[in-house]
């Protein structure tokens, strides 16, 4: 039998509905604050003159960015459900889903478990004085959450529709080459997170995350890298869930590829420990290069079944 595809728009599900709501409320907040903070307002601020700080360049430049990427990241969740969303590029597809994965999957699989045990440890929830009201942190951080779980509902509804076929065998291992540039990107900078989520950052690490539940974003991080990487090397023993190996093996990849240059442009008052950046300049190009090498590699083996497929009588 052939393997035919349909052009038909996908059926919106309400779970998916549910998700486009919940990203767009999700986001409000961080919005709002950010339009009040890039106008020169201290809301949410501990001090009256919070609002100066917000006119410097630095945090000019990465509040406009990252109202951007909310924005983007709202659109991009109702472009995928809409009746055209088949014709869109796949490196669109590819790289805002990547960057999502990237941003949000630490937030979204570390925070709410180290929010549970730094309450049962502390009988508190204690934020570092940033400057900024405990509960401001608690609406963004609990969008965030909330937007990656949208974002993962509709991008792998979308996956599956488009490309489900290609994921019913686990990720291969690339070649020789690939693995060891894999290794080592991914594995110093997924052992750096794992010391620093149960030691601490100290004064080597990415600074400001020291309460447990931030330390358990560090731990979802490093966990997160550990299983990108082996993943693909274990491929033949997970046949039984491959889809699951896929998702594990990408938002590992893109965790490793962007989480390093994330902790040095969100560094603590712009102050970037050198060991931070020593590790991100491995990370990100050993982690990009050793994903991408996983899927080109898992391409390459699917062509010929695939053409052997079509010549199938149906």
Request: aromatic letters at 6%; glycine letters at 12%.
């Given at each position: ?5 349909t052009s ?17 409320v ?6 709002i604050f950010?339009?009040?903070?890039l106008?020169?307002s201290?809301?949410?601020s501990t001090?009256?003159?919070?609002g ?5 360049p ?10 951007a ?17 088949r ?5 669109v ?7 999502a994965a ?6 979204l ?7 549970l045990?730094q309450?049962l440890?502390?009988g508190?929830?204690?934020?570092p ?19 990656g779980a949208?974002?993962?509902i ?5 996956v599956i ?6 994921l019913?065998t ?7 080459i690939?693995?060891v540039?894999?290794v ?5 900078f997924?052992?750096?997170m794992?010391?620093w ?5 100290g004064?080597t ?7 447990p ?9 490093a ?10 090397l ?5 046949g039984?869930?491959p889809r699951?190996?896929?998702l ?5 990849c ?6 390093g240059?994330?902790q040095?442009l ?6 970037v420990?050198?060991?931070?950046t020593?590790?991100?300049?491995l ?17 390459r083996?699917?062509?010929p079944?695939?053409r ?7």
């Amino acid at each position: 039998m052939a393997n035919t595809r349909t052009s038909a728009p996908a059926p919106v599900s309400s779970l998916q509905r549910a998700a486009i709501v919940t990203a767009i409320v999700a986001v409000l907040p961080y919005v709002i604050f950010k339009i009040l903070w890039l106008s020169g307002s201290s809301f949410g601020s501990t001090t009256a003159s919070g609002g100066e700080g917000m006119l410097t360049p630095r945090f000019l430049i990465g509040n406009t960015i990252t109202l951007a990427m909310m924005v983007t990241g709202v659109a991009f969740v109702v472009a995928l459900t809409r009746p055209w969303a088949r014709r869109i590029p796949a490196p669109v597809v590819f790289v805002l889903g990547a960057g999502a994965a990237g941003l949000l999957g630490p937030i979204l699989l570390g925070l709410p478990p180290g929010i549970l045990i730094q309450a049962l440890i502390d009988g508190e929830l204690r934020l570092p004085d940033s400057g900024m009201h405990p509960w401001v942190f608690g609406l963004v951080y609990s969008g965030f959450c909330a937007l990656g779980a949208a974002i993962a509902i509709v991008v792998g509804a979308y996956v599956i529709r488009r490309w489900g076929d290609l994921l019913d065998t686990p990720p291969p291992a690339p070649s020789l080459i690939m693995t060891v540039c894999g290794v080592l990107g991914v594995l110093p900078f997924s052992c750096a997170m794992a010391v620093w989520a149960i030691a601490g950052p100290g004064s080597t690490g990415p600074q400001g995350m020291e309460q447990p539940a931030q330390r358990m974003v560090l731990a979802a991080t490093a966990l997160l890298g550990f299983l990108s990487l082996l993943c693909p090397l274990l491929s033949r023993h997970l046949g039984r869930w491959p889809r699951a190996a896929w998702l594990v093996t990408w938002t590992g990849c893109c965790v490793v590829a962007l989480q390093g240059p994330t902790q040095i442009l969100l560094a603590q008052g712009g102050e970037v420990a050198p060991v931070v950046t020593g590790i991100a300049v491995l990370a990100t190009p050993g982690a990009s290069l050793y994903g991408i090498a996983v899927l080109r590699t898992h391409l390459r083996r699917q062509s010929p079944l695939r053409r052997d497929d079509a010549k199938q009588p149906t």
